[in-house]
């Protein structure tokens, strides 16, 4: 992961390249009163004032200075630097007669590649920015940090990321911040965890599907459960994939990155809850062992399923980690699963679907998700189509007969495993970026990660 803390340093006057900020709207004036030299300069390179766009200014006798297109300069997202973060070269900056606010944010995701394959990585140096709020550079960094760990995990291929490759991740995470770490795998989790191991049992042994838990923090506090799905390849088992179906399930582990980035922000926070991390960490493979459609599986809550698809595997390994992060009687369970690709069809690749219990925790989602520019859309758990998963022979299918409402139908599923009594939010992210946007290189990404982040800092710092 790339060392973030050189890149944001407080403003103490030092020497810097200065970035001037302007929009469409204040465009022509700001350009009516700068010299000639300006104004060809501005010209020649076609800079209209449009977001994202950046031209480069030459100084009265030497130097020179940066322009940059913002969408509003009274109100910077945290993405209106990261253009710049991407494109300009090694150096020190400093935003021109003001302080970068939340753009801090962008300026360093905008600087995040992800070269570990390759023969000859990018040599180009860090871009320090320059903030006039030194006391957030800490939590800017961390957030960040968050985001470029989701990264990574989703990018890294599934051959030489599995479940003990998973496991080895958040065993450095604990590590880190003093946490305690429990693993339960192979045929230990028979008994006590049985859709996990069904799920996983067709891998190889050095594959071996594995339950990873984490806990930190004083058991005087409020309890907390993070549950990330850990599919760490999905080929659909028998159900299996076409190619193209196939091609990104490296990133099926996504929800298990969301949940690992999360719980290292609240512990390097010391956000005052008592933490329980659970990833159930699988491969869904294909052999003679492989778990079947009509196979009926009991579940940790004591529920029989019936496998209708292999394919719906995710909320099968769900099941058994939310039943345990249950028996803890948290006050609040938050899981994250690259669930259902009905959940990309409703809302796109950006805008991650959030199904949850209370009406008080999607408010709070929906607007930490505003306040932080990393929006998600409540979507309903409708009681109504929990017949679509009705089993003559077990107490309830794992998957529909019909594709329609595939994410409401996943949702009602996993709600199956936690108790009324539970405040409980379930985000079926995408972890992933089709195309490349400033700041969000195509690959793997975290979304939902600081809305869900926002809302806990709200709920729990003191």
């Keep these: 992961m790339i060392d973030l803390n050189n890149l944001l340093k407080p403003d103490q006057g030092q020497p810097a390249t200065l970035l001037h900020l302007v929009d469409k709207k204040g465009f022509d004036a700001w350009l009516g009163g700068q010299p000639e030299r300006v104004r060809q300069a501005v010209s020649a390179q076609g800079f209209k004032g449009e977001g994202f766009q950046l031209a480069i200014l030459p100084g009265e006798k030497e130097g020179w200075s940066a322009l940059l297109g913002v969408a509003n300069v009274e109100e910077l997202s945290p993405w209106c630097l990261a253009k710049a973060a991407e494109a ?16 801090v944010l962008g300026w360093l995701l905008g600087q995040y590649k992800f070269e570990r394959y390759k023969k000859e990585p990018s040599k180009k140096g860090p871009r320090v920015l320059l903030t ?4 957030r550079i800490d939590e800017t960094v961390l957030s960040a940090e968050a985001t470029n760990l989701v990264r990574d995990l989703v990018n890294i291929p599934a051959g030489a990321l599995g479940p003990a490759e998973l496991q080895k991740a958040a065993e450095e995470v604990a590590a880190e911040c003093g946490a305690s770490v429990i693993i339960t795998s192979g045929t230990d989790l028979v008994s006590g965890y049985p859709m996990i191991h069904a799920v996983g049992m067709a891998a190889t042994a050095e594959r071996a599907p594995r339950l990873i838990e984490l806990e930190w923090g004083d058991p005087k506090n409020p309890r907390l459960a993070l549950v990330g799905k850990g599919v760490v390849f999905d080929s659909g088992g028998l159900d299996i994939k076409p190619a193209a179906g196939m091609r990104l399930m490296k990133k099926d582990m996504g929800g298990a990155a969301h949940a690992l ?41 004591g529920l029989t399923v019936e496998i209708g698809n292999t394919d719906a595997e995710g909320r099968l390994i769900l099941g058994d980690a939310l039943a345990k992060a249950a028996e803890g009687k948290p006050e609040l369970i938050l899981d994250f699963a690259t669930l259902t690709g009905a959940a990309r069809i409703a809302l796109g690749p950006d805008l991650p679907p959030i199904f949850t219990n209370r009406d008080d925790l ?3 989602l929906l607007t ?15 009681k109504h189509y929990e017949e679509m998963l009705a089993s003559d022979v077990a107490d309830l299918g794992n998957a529909a007969d019909s594709a329609m409402a595939g994410s409401v139908t996943a949702a009602l599923f996993l709600q199956k495993f936690v108790p009324e009594d539970i405040p409980w939010a379930h985000f079926d992210t995408f972890a992933w970026r089709p195309a490349a946007k400033p700041g969000r290189p195509k690959g793997g990404d975290a979304l939902g990660l600081r809305a869900a982040w926002h809302m806990l800092r709200a709920r729990y710092r003191k």
């Design 88 to 103: 300009l070269s090694e150096g020190t900056y400093r935003v021109a007669d003001r302080g970068p606010g939340p753009a």
């Design 132 to 135: 006039d709020e030194p006391a």
């Design 261 to 301: 980035a999360l719980a290292r922000l609240i512990m390097k926070s010391r956000l005052p809850v008592r933490l329980h991390l659970l990833i159930p960490a699988v491969e869904n493979a294909i052999s003679g062992g492989a778990f079947r459609p009509g196979d009926i599986l009991r579940s940790r809550k």
């Design 362 to 364: 999607a408010e709070a």
């Design 368 to 382: 930490s998700g505003e306040a932080v520019s990393d929006c998600v859309w409540r979507m309903p758990l409708w």
